[in-house]
């Protein structure tokens, strides 16, 4: 329903990972006032400034049912990222209010980082980095084994989406043989992408020498990287997480599979918890560890960023509610 050409109507921006919220007001000049509430805790939202909205624009604050209450004029809630497990979808459809998220941005980024990891991991970039600084007497000789080539390797990517298939695209000239699992993509995909498709994640965990996730957060995703799960890997496989880091079950289970040798090294661009809370792991990461160094590499939750995908994100979520607000037209609208 379109909501008519009353102006000028109220925007709200929770928070912003680098504010002001400038290239946003520019979008929706003409449209709406924004009003930037430039906070991250869900608690300190002002319920007056929230009861004048027409749409909110969200970042990293958790929307929760309390918060839904206070949106009585809200038509519409448009999350910044793609993923929204902080946002609760339920209780805005509940209140009639559409949630849409914002999957039309950072592909190539976090596909890209991903594999950057996923090479630099398989090279042994890092642990040949960390070692050749105390190489005096010898250099060349100084060689890293087992070392795969590309061709003699098996790549899963858990999660066949967007990300998924942009990764399979940047690693297929590689010569790696890639497995794809992911349940959501209908029959066929795998032959116009060009993976082999199987039906079990299991199968992919015993087959794979790199296993790089590219799925969203679900209550079946959710604590996916447990014991069980990393027990099931094919032995010194390599891991790559550019998804979400609560798919992690804690960071004891990796701590366990890294000192045994279960899992040769992991490239992680998110953690469980962020900024990370202490953990013998992440202790032994900082101080440069000599059984862990090269075998843990860790960026922080930036997979997504390059300078223009940080403009793409903000003008397509404020482009998301005027769309709406002008034209009643809902993009990328997610249901419970």
Same mark, same amino acid.
């Given at each position: 329903?379109?909501?008519?050409?009353?102006?000028?109507?109220?925007?709200?921006?929770?928070?912003?990972?680098?504010?002001?919220?400038?290239?946003?007001?520019?979008?929706?000049?003409?449209?709406?006032?924004?009003?930037?509430?430039?906070?991250?805790? @869900?608690?300190?939202?002002?319920?007056? %400034?929230?009861? &004048? =909205? +027409?749409? #909110? /624009?969200?970042? !990293?604050?958790?929307?929760?049912?309390?918060?839904?209450?206070?949106?009585?004029?809200?038509?519409?809630?448009?999350?910044?990222?793609?993923?929204?497990?902080?946002?609760?979808?339920?209780?805005?459809?509940?209140?009639?209010?559409?949630?849409?998220?914002?999957?039309?941005?950072?592909?190539?980024?976090?596909?890209?980082?991903?594999?950057?990891?996923?090479?630099?991991?398989?090279?042994?970039?890092?642990?040949?980095?960390?070692?050749?600084?105390?190489?005096?007497?010898?250099?060349?000789?100084?060689?890293?084994?087992?070392?795969?080539?590309?061709?003699?390797?098996?790549?899963?990517?858990?999660?066949?989406?967007?990300?998924?298939?942009?990764?399979?695209?940047?690693?297929?000239?590689?010569?790696?043989?890639?497995?794809?699992?992911?349940?959501?993509?209908?029959?066929?995909? @795998?032959?116009?992408?060009?993976?082999? %498709?199987?039906? &079990? =994640? +299991?199968? #992919? /965990?015993?087959? !794979?020498?790199?296993?790089?996730?590219?799925?969203?957060?679900?209550?079946?995703?959710?604590?996916?990287?447990?014991?069980?799960?990393?027990?099931?890997?094919?032995?010194?496989?390599?891991?790559?997480?550019?998804?979400?880091?609560?798919?992690?079950?804690?960071?004891?289970?990796?701590?366990?599979?890294?000192?045994?040798?279960?899992?040769?090294?992991?490239?992680?661009?998110?953690?469980?918890?962020?900024?990370?809370?202490?953990?013998?792991?992440?202790?032994?990461?900082?101080?440069?560890?000599?059984?862990?160094?090269?075998?843990?590499?860790?960026?922080?939750?930036?997979?997504?960023?390059?300078?223009?995908?940080?403009?793409?994100?903000?003008?397509?979520?404020?482009?998301?509610?005027?769309?709406?607000?002008?034209?009643?037209?809902?993009?990328?609208?997610?249901?419970?």
């Amino acid at each position: 329903m379109t909501m008519g050409k009353r102006a000028p109507f109220v925007v709200g921006i929770t928070d912003h990972m680098i504010p002001p919220p400038d290239l946003e007001a520019a979008v929706l000049d003409g449209c709406a006032e924004v009003d930037f509430l430039d906070t991250r805790r @869900e608690e300190d939202l002002d319920p007056e %400034r929230l009861a &004048r =909205l +027409d749409a #909110l /624009l969200v970042w !990293s604050t958790r929307i929760g049912p309390a918060t839904v209450a206070k949106l009585p004029r809200c038509h519409i809630v448009v999350r910044f990222g793609v993923g929204y497990d902080k946002v609760d979808v339920a209780a805005l459809e509940a209140a009639g209010i559409p949630f849409c998220n914002n999957p039309d941005y950072g592909t190539e980024e976090v596909a890209d980082h991903a594999v950057s990891l996923l090479l630099s991991l398989q090279r042994r970039l890092w642990e040949h980095d960390a070692r050749a600084r105390g190489y005096s007497t010898t250099w060349q000789a100084n060689t890293l084994s087992p070392l795969r080539r590309s061709s003699a390797a098996t790549v899963g990517v858990v999660g066949v989406g967007r990300i998924g298939t942009a990764v399979v695209n940047r690693l297929k000239p590689f010569g790696y043989r890639i497995l794809g699992y992911d349940p959501q993509q209908p029959a066929g995909h @795998e032959k116009a992408v060009g993976y082999r %498709r199987v039906r &079990r =994640l +299991d199968e #992919l /965990l015993a087959e !794979s020498d790199i296993v790089t996730f590219h799925c969203p957060l679900t209550p079946e995703t959710r604590g996916l990287i447990d014991a069980d799960f990393l027990a099931k890997l094919k032995p010194g496989a390599l891991l790559v997480n550019t998804a979400r880091g609560e798919m992690f079950a804690g960071l004891d289970p990796l701590e366990a599979a890294l000192r045994s040798g279960q899992v040769a090294a992991v490239g992680t661009d998110v953690l469980p918890t962020e900024p990370p809370a202490p953990h013998p792991l992440l202790d032994a990461w900082r101080r440069r560890e000599s059984w862990l160094e090269g075998r843990l590499v860790i960026t922080p939750h930036n997979a997504f960023h390059s300078d223009e995908a940080a403009i793409e994100m903000r003008r397509n979520a404020a482009e998301t509610a005027r769309l709406f607000l002008e034209d009643g037209v809902l993009r990328n609208r997610i249901l419970p």
